[in-house]
């Protein structure tokens, strides 16, 4: 569990009581935050009592007295439609934020990668936690619902978190400034609860906030949202930009073609080593989770030896 000590003492209130919200509420209560909590369905209300979290309804609460408003990303919070707790802790001037905020407001000494996948983001976790460990960094990878980020370990300076940050997570987001942002889809439309595409892409834009060299963004050029961040950041050349593909060549980038995983960053297309994978959709997921993991590797000042012997050790499992 993450010790949210920059909240001891003071009133926090929960909305949600999935497993986001009950890893929140849980380290906001033992770190010394009074804590209210709350969820519209009464199972999960039932649940969150059960395990001794402080359930209220907040739908008459007196919002300048509380400091924050931690909500489940999934939680409608955008410019319209926002659910009506979110819209008056704002009106009483009361900040809304997320999980990972809570995360990064403790964990000031660790660094951080974000990963914004709509469908693949635990597989790539599930990488990035293999060749982080084999290269000997401290890590811990989270974000989704079978790793809360409360309920991961802290870390000492050093420590790399692996998060996974869908647009609703980071828009709740202020406090971190990405080591890594690795962006490789977000699927066709809107991304529940943003309401269009447009509040779909403003949202995932916050994980580049900020980012300035020697800190980078990963981009895939498989996707249409990836190909148009890439143009966007480019203009702009701010941070490293890695574009990355699992089935082309990715000019600059890192790139899997038949099976091989080339890094072009220096421009000379190098050969770095062989993948079991073949030209399945599977299959070029898989290798542009390799491309990925690799380049924020090298981001994260990992050698390329060992990135690469890391990635050949999770594929040969």
């Known amino acids: 569990m993450i010790e949210l000590f920059p909240f001891s003492g003071f009133q926090v209130a929960v909305l949600g009581l999935g497993p986001e919200g009950l890893a929140s509420a849980r380290a906001l209560s033992l770190s010394g935050a009074e804590v209210w909590a709350w969820d519209d369905d009464p199972a999960k209300r039932a649940a969150a009592a059960a395990a001794d979290i402080p359930v209220h309804d907040l739908a008459n609460v007196d919002w300048r007295e509380w400091v924050s408003l931690v909500i489940e990303h999934h939680i409608p919070h955008g410019t319209a439609g926002a659910h009506a707790v979110v819209s008056a802790a704002r009106a009483g001037g009361c900040e809304v934020i997320s999980d990972a905020e809570l995360l990064a407001r403790a964990q000031r000494d660790a660094a951080y990668v974000a ?66 942002a690795v962006f490789l889809d977000i699927g066709t439309g809107a991304w529940p609860p943003c309401a269009d595409r447009d509040e779909t892409m403003a949202a995932s834009r916050w994980v580049f906030h900020r980012q300035t060299i020697p800190k980078g963004a990963v981009i895939s050029v498989d996707s249409a949202a990836g190909r148009q961040f890439l143009e966007q950041l480019s203009a702009k050349a701010e941070q490293i930009i890695v574009p990355v593909s699992g089935r082309s060549r990715a000019p600059g980038g890192i790139y899997v073609v038949d099976g091989v995983l080339y890094d072009d960053m220096d421009g000379d297309a ?44 999770y594929y040969a499992e």
């Open 270 to 313: 190098m050969a770095i080593t062989d993948l079991p994978l073949g030209q399945s959709a599977s299959e070029q997921t898989e290798a542009l989770l390799a491309a990925s993991v690799y380049a924020t590797a090298i981001i994260l000042n990992i050698s390329p030896p060992a990135a690469m012997a890391s990635l050949r050790s």
């Open 115 to 180: 990963v914004v996948s709509k469908e693949h983001a635990a597989d790539a976790l599930n990488v990035f936690a293999h060749v982080l460990q084999i290269t000997g960094r401290e890590a811990e990878v989270g974000g989704d619902a079978a790793r809360p980020l409360l309920d991961l370990y802290g870390m000492d300076l050093g420590g790399v978190y692996a998060i996974d940050m869908p647009p609703a997570r980071a828009d709740l987001t202020v406090s971190i400034t990405f080591d890594a």
